[in-house]
């Protein structure tokens, strides 16, 4: 048996960093308890005269990618450069050559896990990707051994912590969402340009290989019902906590009947759910088994050393299989086969906010075209009202009772349609 396992890294990123940095710190420990010398022996870097804040040796660079994908001693090879290509194709071509692949890219999984899986599979080689979803949070190996037993009816998550510190800071500090966006740049919890987080796009990824993963359904990305957290305001933010609730962006899919529902959105939690006290950058992830009934996944879910440390594990998981020849999986981690139907109007209780016009009997048109689509009112509340553009308007506000959102769209369509109406400020799905 081959004890000396050889990785070949392509990146040195953050990610790249804390994985090198995780091997380093824990080398010794790793080899007592699993047997195995484990070696980053090269990395792929374009611009080695740029300072990456870390002491590794020059000759282990190198800024051809052929030098780490044809090499033959290399086993493993850790991808780590982001983005959906070329990313894929040096994964897919590290496969073809024999060498297990492990990655945190959520975005190339998401896209094309199905044709790398299959890959591996072809090829009798590994393909893992823990740190993809929940950075240092073991979800998708717990998932894949120790929870392999259940049937799963439902998962939830926030996945992404550039949103949470967001929302978190908006609640406990009363800023609103451009100054904490701009406090969250300045900290390094958000990228100069956020879009991908703060739009719901990074959580959808995400979401993508958890339904995968737990209910063999192959959903893209671009498929899932996503919305951002750029409407919520101070004024959500402040009824929520009135009303005992928080605001989570949260990634969630549900399997009832043979129907699969599944949505990324700001999401009104009671304050006593596992998921509602998740606060600033950490992430959770919460599953409801057959057998163990409710678990709850929680941690860091970014960061150099949190994430370094879940593709280490991935790494230390091939080599326990390469030791035992036994490096491939008979059925693939990721699964597309299950005959699911896609509801995309699941019912859920929701929170609107809207401005109309302080006149007699404004309350009463609303709540008569509510009930006029059969959605029924849990909670009204009114707020003082003010002057806006030379007429006295106020705000409304209500908790509604399980409806299906294109129900919904289609009586608040026609409530813009009264004079009455000013504006539909905020729709947000309310999670008990």
Same mark, same amino acid.
């Given at each position: 048996?081959?004890?000396?396992?050889?990785?070949?890294?392509?990146?040195?990123?953050?990610?790249?960093?804390?994985?090198?940095?995780?091997?380093?710190?824990?080398?010794?420990?790793?080899?007592?308890?699993?047997?195995?010398?484990?070696?980053?022996?090269?990395?792929?870097?374009?611009?080695?005269?740029?300072?990456?804040?870390?002491?590794?040796?020059?000759?282990?660079?190198?800024?051809?990618?052929?030098?780490?994908?044809?090499?033959?001693?290399?086993?493993?090879?850790?991808?780590?450069?982001?983005?959906?290509?070329?990313?894929?194709?040096?994964?897919?071509?590290?496969?073809?050559?024999?060498?297990?692949?492990?990655?945190?890219?959520?975005?190339?999984?998401?896209?094309?896990?199905?044709?790398?899986?299959?890959?591996?599979?072809?090829?009798?080689?590994?393909?893992?990707?823990?740190?993809?979803?929940?950075?240092?949070?073991?979800?998708?190996?717990?998932?894949?051994? %120790?929870?392999? $037993? +259940?049937? !799963?009816?439902? #998962?939830?998550?926030?996945? *992404?912590?550039?949103? @949470?510190?967001?929302?978190?800071?908006?609640?406990?500090?009363?800023?609103?969402?451009?100054?904490?966006?701009?406090?969250?740049?300045?900290?390094?919890?958000?990228?100069?340009?956020?879009?991908?987080?703060?739009?719901?796009?990074?959580?959808?990824?995400?979401?993508?290989?958890?339904?995968?993963?737990?209910?063999?359904?192959?959903?893209?990305?671009?498929?899932?019902?996503?919305?951002?957290?750029?409407?919520?305001?101070?004024?959500?933010?402040?009824?929520?906590?009135?009303?005992?609730?928080?605001?989570?962006?949260?990634?969630?899919?549900?399997?009832?009947?043979?129907?699969?529902?599944?949505?990324?959105?700001?999401?009104?939690?009671?304050?006593?759910?596992?998921? %509602?006290?998740? $606060? +600033?950058? !950490?992430?959770? #992830?919460?599953?409801?088994? *057959?057998?163990?009934? @409710?678990?709850?996944?929680?941690?860091?879910?970014?960061?150099?050393?949190?994430?370094?440390?879940?593709?280490?594990?991935?790494?230390?998981?091939?080599?326990?299989?390469?030791?035992?020849?036994?490096?491939?999986?008979?059925?693939?981690?990721?699964?597309?086969?299950?005959?699911?139907?896609?509801?995309?109007?699941?019912?859920?209780?929701?929170?609107?906010?809207?401005?109309?016009?302080?006149?007699?009997?404004?309350?009463?048109?609303?709540?008569?075209?509510?009930?006029?689509?059969?959605?029924?009112?849990?909670?009204?509340?009114?707020?003082?009202?003010?002057?806006?553009?030379?007429?006295?308007?106020?705000?409304?506000?209500?908790?509604?009772?399980?409806?299906?959102?294109?129900?919904?769209?289609?009586?608040?369509?026609?409530?813009?349609?009264?004079?009455?109406?000013?504006?539909?400020?905020?729709?947000?799905?309310?999670?008990?």
């Amino acid at each position: 048996m081959n004890n000396h396992i050889k990785v070949g890294m392509l990146g040195i990123g953050n990610i790249g960093k804390g994985t090198y940095l995780a091997l380093e710190m824990n080398h010794d420990k790793i080899l007592d308890t699993t047997g195995f010398d484990i070696e980053i022996v090269r990395i792929l870097n374009r611009s080695p005269e740029k300072d990456r804040g870390i002491d590794i040796p020059k000759e282990k660079y190198t800024p051809d990618v052929r030098e780490i994908l044809e090499d033959p001693e290399i086993d493993i090879v850790v991808e780590l450069i982001g983005g959906i290509e070329p990313a894929t194709e040096y994964m897919a071509e590290a496969i073809r050559n024999g060498k297990s692949v492990v990655t945190a890219n959520k975005a190339a999984i998401a896209a094309n896990g199905k044709y790398l899986a299959e890959l591996a599979q072809e090829h009798h080689v590994l393909l893992r990707f823990e740190a993809a979803v929940a950075g240092g949070i073991p979800i998708l190996t717990s998932l894949t051994t %120790a929870l392999l $037993s +259940n049937r !799963f009816s439902e #998962v939830h998550g926030i996945l *992404n912590g550039t949103t @949470n510190y967001i929302l978190t800071q908006m609640s406990e500090y009363g800023k609103d969402y451009d100054e904490v966006l701009k406090d969250a740049q300045r900290k390094g919890f958000a990228e100069a340009d956020p879009t991908a987080d703060v739009e719901g796009l990074d959580a959808a990824n995400k979401l993508s290989i958890l339904i995968s993963l737990i209910f063999g359904m192959g959903i893209a990305p671009d498929k899932i019902p996503t919305q951002g957290i750029t409407s919520i305001g101070l004024e959500d933010i402040n009824y929520a906590k009135e009303a005992g609730y928080s605001i989570k962006l949260l990634a969630s899919a549900k399997e009832s009947d043979g129907k699969m529902s599944c949505s990324v959105e700001p999401t009104m939690l009671r304050k006593n759910h596992p998921i %509602a006290s998740v $606060s +600033n950058e !950490f992430n959770a #992830v919460f599953v409801k088994g *057959n057998a163990v009934d @409710n678990l709850m996944f929680y941690g860091r879910g970014a960061g150099p050393l949190p994430t370094g440390s879940a593709v280490l594990g991935d790494i230390i998981g091939i080599a326990r299989k390469l030791g035992k020849a036994s490096a491939y999986d008979i059925v693939p981690q990721l699964r597309y086969d299950a005959k699911l139907e896609l509801n995309v109007d699941a019912e859920s209780k929701y929170y609107v906010r809207m401005t109309v016009a302080e006149r007699p009997g404004v309350l009463g048109k609303i709540t008569t075209l509510f009930g006029y689509y059969d959605i029924s009112v849990e909670a009204i509340q009114q707020k003082a009202p003010y002057e806006s553009n030379g007429e006295r308007v106020a705000t409304l506000i209500f908790i509604l009772f399980e409806v299906g959102r294109s129900k919904l769209k289609y009586a608040l369509d026609e409530a813009l349609k009264l004079d009455t109406t000013k504006s539909i400020d905020n729709i947000i799905r309310v999670e008990e």
